[in-house]
C-alpha cells in the first residue's frame, strides 16, 4: 500500500479529532459563560503576525492579575477597611479582566463593587473569594484549551 | 488645507491616510495596553504604547510632530488621564481620546470639558477604533478654519468645540466625506489666501509646534486682558504680544483653548457650587475627594467671594477652585491670581491648602516648589493653568521642559534582574523629584517590577513588557532596549521569535535565560523546565537553535522543527515505543512530568488527544524518518519501517489508555507488516 496515502489518512484523521476537541473545548467556554465576545475580538488579532496573541495576552493578564490580588488581599485585612482603595484595585482588575473576556470574574468583581460601595466589608471578603476562584478556574480552562490548540500548529 | 497636504504633514504611510496614522496609547494596565496596542494596529495605524504617562508626555514633547492622536485611559497611577489629556491639548494641540472601564457620564463630560476629543468605554471594541482618525482631520481643518476666519471676530469658538463634540455625527466617514472636506477645504483656502502669505506658510510646510511656555502665556493673558476677554481677537492679541515667530494661528488656537477652559471652569464651579448647597458636599465622589482634603472650607470661602466686577475674572476665580483638583497648586493660583480682593490671609490658608493636597496628590510637586511659585504671583499678572502646576514649576526652576527629558532610566529597562530595577528607579525618582517638574520621570511601575514573574517564549517578552512599562515604537525600542526583548513586543511579531520555524527552541533558549533570573514559573515555562529535567541527556539539546531535536537511548526523534514544547514532550510520551518498555517508559516519563509541575499534569488528563496529536505530529508533513540516524536499540531497529510504526499509533490512538504489551505491538506490526 502506499505509504504516503496512508500518512495522508492517517494525519486526516488525527486532525479532524484534534480540530473536534478544540472547537468542542472553545465552544463550552463561552456556553457555560466563562468566556465573553471581547475573546473574539482577541481571537480576531491572532494572524499569521502574531499566532499566539491570544494566549500571550492571557498569559499577561494573569500575571499582572496577581499583583492585583494580592493588593487587593493586602487591603482587605487593613482595618479600618478602605473601601476607596478597594474599589480602586477592583476597578483596575475589573478592567484587564473585561479586557480578556473573562465573564464570570467580571460580573463577581462587579458583585465586589457593589459591596465597596455599601461599604460591606465582610461581603466584600466574601465576593473576593469568589473572584478568586473564578479567576483560577478561567485560568485553568484556558490553559487546558491553549494547551490543545498548540498542538494543532504544525 | 487640503486632505493631502494633511497627508503630507503626517509621518509615517501617508498615502493611505488613515493608515500609518501615528498614535500614542497610554495605559497602565499592561493587559489593556496590549490588547489596545494590538487592535490599533490591526487597524494599520503607527502605534506606541506606553503605560506611564509622564514616558508619553515626555515623547510628546521631545518631538511634536511624531504623533498625530494619542488614547489615553482615565485611571493611571502615575498622572491621572484628564491631566495629561490638558496638557497635551494645550501644549501640543493633539486630539486626545479618553478610554475608561467606568462608563460614568460624569467622567464622560469631565473628559469633555477637559478638551477630550472622544471618550471609550473599556473593553475597546475595533469598531471603535477604526473611526478615530475623524479627529485628527477635524483637528486640521479647524486650524486651517482659524486662518481664515480670524480676521473676523468672535468665530474662533465657533464649531471648532474641541472638547464639545464628543462622539462624531461623522460616523460614517468614508470616500464622500473626504471629498466633502476637500471642498471645503478648498473654500478655506481661497479665504486664507487673502489673509497673506501666513496662510500659505502653514498650509505647505510642516510647522513647528508652538510650546506655551509660561513666559509667552503670560504675555497672552496680559494681552486678552487688555482688550477684554470678551472682545480679544487673535490678531489683535498677536500684535500686542509682540513675540517674534508667533503666528496669528498660533494665537487663535490657543485663545479658543483659553475661552474653553474658562467656559468650562465657570461651569464646573456653577455646577459645584450648586452641589455644595444643595448636598452639603458629601454626596459625590467628586465632593467626596474635595471634601477629603483639608482646607476645602477655605476654597469654599474663597469661592463664596465671587462677586467681582469682572464677570469673566470671577468665574475664573471660582470655577479655578473647583475645576481642578488634579492641579491643587493651580488651582489656588488662579484664585489668588486672578482676584485683587484676596488677601495674604486667603494666600496663606491656600498655601496650607496647597501642601495637604499636594499631599493627596503625590505625583504633582513637593513642597518647595510650589512656595516658590506661589511667590512669584503677586508680581504676575494672571497664570492660566492649563494643566498643571508643573509647567509653572519648571520655569521657576530654570527649566522649561527639559528637566522632563529623563533618561527614563532605561538601562533598568533591560531587567537583568528585576529586584535591581527599582533600586535604580527610585534614586531617580528623588533625583527627580528634587529638580524636575514630574517626579516620576523615572518611574517604571516600580511595584510591578517587584512581582513579576517570567514566563518563557513569548511570554517573556509579555512579562517583561508588563514589568518595563514600555514603549513599542520601532525607534524608541531600537535605542534602548534589549533586542531580545522589545522587538518582538512590537505587534507581538518580532522577527526574531516568528521567523525562527522553531519556535520551542528559540523560546527555550530564552527560558534558559529566564530561568536563571528568575525563580517564579508559570505554566508555560514549566512545560519547558520538566521536559529539561526530564532527560538529561537532553538538556543540552532543548537550548540548541535549530532542532528540537530530542536524543535518548530508547526514542528516535527527527521531525520536530516547528513542533511546539508541549509536543515535543508529548512526543516523548509516545515516542518511546520501544518495543520492550514502551508502555513502561510512557508512564515513567509520565510520573516524571506530574511531578514537576501541578499545570503540566492537566497535559496528562489529555494524554488520549495528545496520542492522536502525536501520531499526528509524528507525521507532521515532514521527513518522517523513524527508522534511521540515533537510534540506539529502539523499537525502529527491530526492523519495521515507517508505516509500520504508522499503523501502530493508530492502533494505540484506537485503544486510547489501554496498556499494550509488547505482544500486541509485535502481532500487529506483524501483520500490517505482512501486509505490505
Known amino acids: 500500500m502506499d505509504k504516503s496515502l496512508l500518512n495522508f489518512i492517517s494525519q486526516a484523521y488525527m486532525d479532524r479529532n484534534l480540530q473536534r476537541q478544540i472547537a468542542y473545548t472553545r465552544k463550552s467556554l463561552f456556553d457555560q459563560g466563562y468566556l465573553d465576545e471581547q475573546f473574539i475580538q482577541l481571537e480576531d488579532l491572532q494572524d499569521d503576525a502574531n499566532p499566539n496573541f491570544v494566549e500571550e495576552i492571557v498569559t499577561l493578564f494573569y500575571s499582572d492579575s496577581a499583583r492585583l490580588i494580592r493588593n487587593i488581599e493586602q487591603a482587605l485585612e487593613n482595618n479600618p477597611t478602605d473601601f476607596d482603595r478597594l474599589d480602586d484595585f477592583m476597578h483596575q482588575f475589573k478592567g484587564s479582566s473585561s479586557s480578556i473576556g473573562a465573564k464570570k470574574v467580571k460580573s463577581e468583581c462587579t458583585q465586589f463593587r457593589e459591596y465597596c460601595k455599601a461599604g460591606n466589608a465582610e461581603g466584600c471578603i466574601r465576593t473576593f473569594q469568589q473572584v478568586k476562584q473564578e479567576h483560577a478556574t478561567l485560568r485553568r480552562k484556558l490553559e487546558t484549551y491553549f494547551q490543545l490548540a498548540r498542538q494543532s500548529d504544525v | ?676
Open chain 2, 1 to 676: 488645507m487640503t486632505v493631502e497636504e494633511i497627508r503630507g504633514r503626517l509621518g509615517g504611510e501617508t498615502d493611505r491616510f488613515p493608515v500609518g496614522m501615528r498614535v500614542l496609547a497610554v495605559d497602565d494596565d499592561p493587559t489593556c495596553l496590549i490588547l489596545l496596542d494590538g487592535l490599533l494596529r490591526k487597524c494599520q495605524y503607527q502605534v506606541t504604547s506606553t503605560s506611564q504617562a509622564k514616558t508619553a508626555l515626555r515623547m510628546l514633547r521631545e518631538n511634536q510632530n511624531r504623533f498625530d492622536l494619542v488614547i489615553s485611559d482615565v485611571h493611571m497611577p502615575d498622572m491621572d488621564g484628564f491631566k495629561l489629556l490638558e496638557h497635551v491639548g494645550l501644549e501640543m494641540d493633539l486630539p486626545v481620546i479618553m478610554l475608561s472601564a467606568n462608563s460614568d457620564p460624569k467622567l464622560v463630560m469631565k473628559g469633555i470639558t477637559h478638551g477630550a476629543c472622544d471618550y471609550l468605554v473599556k473593553p475597546v471594541r475595533i469598531e471603535e477604533l477604526r473611526n478615530i482618525w475623524q479627529h485628527v482631520i477635524r483637528r486640521k481643518k479647524c486650524e486651517a478654519k482659524h486662518e481664515s476666519k480670524s480676521t473676523t471676530k468672535g468665530k474662533n469658538r465657533h464649531g471648532n468645540g474641541e472638547g464639545e463634540q464628543g462622539p462624531s455625527p461623522t460616523d460614517n466617514m468614508d470616500q464622500n466625506g473626504k471629498i466633502n472636506r476637500k471642498r471645503k477645504d478648498d473654500e478655506e483656502e481661497e479665504d486664507g489666501e487673502e489673509n497673506g502669505s501666513e496662510n500659505e506658510d502653514t498650509g505647505t510646510q510642516k510647522k513647528p509646534r508652538v510650546v506655551w511656555s509660561i513666559e509667552l502665556h503670560r504675555k497672552f493673558v496680559a494681552a486678552v486682558n487688555q482688550l477684554g476677554i470678551e472682545k480679544a481677537v487673535p490678531k489683535r492679541v498677536l500684535d500686542l504680544m509682540n513675540v517674534e515667530g508667533l503666528t496669528r494661528e498660533n494665537v487663535a488656537s490657543h485663545l479658543q483653548k483659553y475661552r474653553l477652559y474658562l467656559k468650562r471652569i465657570s461651569s464646573v464651579a456653577t455646577q459645584q457650587a450648586n452641589m455644595v448647597a444643595a448636598l452639603g458636599g458629601t454626596d459625590s465622589s467628586y465632593m467626596r475627594s474635595l471634601s477629603s482634603l483639608d482646607g476645602f472650607g477655605d476654597f469654599r470661602t474663597l469661592a463664596g467671594q465671587g462677586r467681582y466686577p469682572n464677570p469673566a475674572l470671577s468665574s475664573y476665580q471660582t470655577g479655578g477652585i473647583f475645576g481642578r483638583l488634579n492641579s491643587p497648586a493651580g488651582v489656588s493660583l488662579h484664585s489668588l491670581s486672578s482676584s485683587a480682593l484676596i488677601q495674604p490671609s486667603h494666600a496663606h490658608n491656600l498655601s496650607n491648602s496647597l501642601n495637604t493636597l499636594e499631599k493627596f496628590q503625590p505625583v504633582v510637586l513637593p513642597e518647595k516648589q510650589n512656595t516658590s511659585s506661589f511667590q512669584r504671583i503677586p508680581t504676575s499678572l494672571e497664570f492660566d493653568s492649563p494643566g498643571d502646576p508643573t509647567i509653572f514649576t519648571s520655569v521657576g526652576n530654570a527649566s522649561l521642559f527639559a528637566d522632563n527629558r529623563a533618561p527614563l532610566g532605561i538601562s533598568s529597562n533591560s531587567l537583568p534582574s528585576a529586584s535591581v530595577t527599582p533600586l535604580i528607579l527610585q534614586g531617580n525618582l528623588q533625583q527627580m523629584q528634587s529638580g524636575g517638574v514630574f517626579g516620576n520621570q523615572s518611574s517604571l511601575k516600580v511595584g510591578s517590577l517587584n512581582s513579576k514573574p517570567f514566563n518563557t517564549g513569548v511570554a517573556v517578552q509579555i512579562s517583561r513588557f508588563s514589568s518595563n512599562s514600555l514603549l513599542l515604537s520601532e525607534p524608541f525600542n531600537h535605542d534602548l532596549l534589549p533586542p531580545n526583548s522589545m522587538r518582538s513586543i512590537n505587534s507581538l511579531s518580532g522577527p526574531h521569535i516568528r521567523n525562527n520555524p522553531d519556535d520551542f527552541s528559540a523560546m527555550s533558549a530564552i527560558s534558559s535565560h529566564m530561568e536563571d533570573a528568575r525563580g517564579e514559573i508559570q505554566y508555560q515555562t514549566g512545560l519547558v523546565g520538566d521536559v529539561r529535567n526530564m532527560n538529561q541527556a537532553m538538556d543540552k539539546r532543548w537550548g540548541e537553535h535549530n532542532q528540537a531535536y530530542v536524543q535518548n537511548p530508547n526514542m528516535v526523534f527527527s521531525t520536530l522543527n516547528s513542533m511546539a514544547p508541549t509536543k515535543g514532550v508529548v512526543n516523548l510520551l509516545s515516542q518511546n515505543v520501544d518495543q520492550n518498555n514502551g508502555v513502561f517508559r510512557r508512564e515513567t516519563n509520565t510520573s516524571l512530568v506530574s511531578q514537576s509541575n501541578s499545570s503540566v499534569s492537566t497535559l496528562l488528563q489529555h494524554s488520549g488527544v495528545e496520542k492522536s496529536a502525536i501520531d499526528s505530529k509524528m507525521r507532521s508533513g515532514e521527513d518522517y524518518i523513524l527508522e534511521q540516524t540515533k537510534t540506539q536499540g529502539g523499537f525502529v531497529h527491530n526492523g519495521y519501517d515507517s508505516l509500520d510504526e504508522l499503523m501502530n499509533s493508530m492502533i494505540k490512538r484506537e485503544q486510547r489508555g489501554a496498556m499494550l504489551t509488547d505482544g500486541e505491538f509485535g502481532f500487529d506490526a506483524y501483520t500490517f507488516g505482512s501486509c505490505l
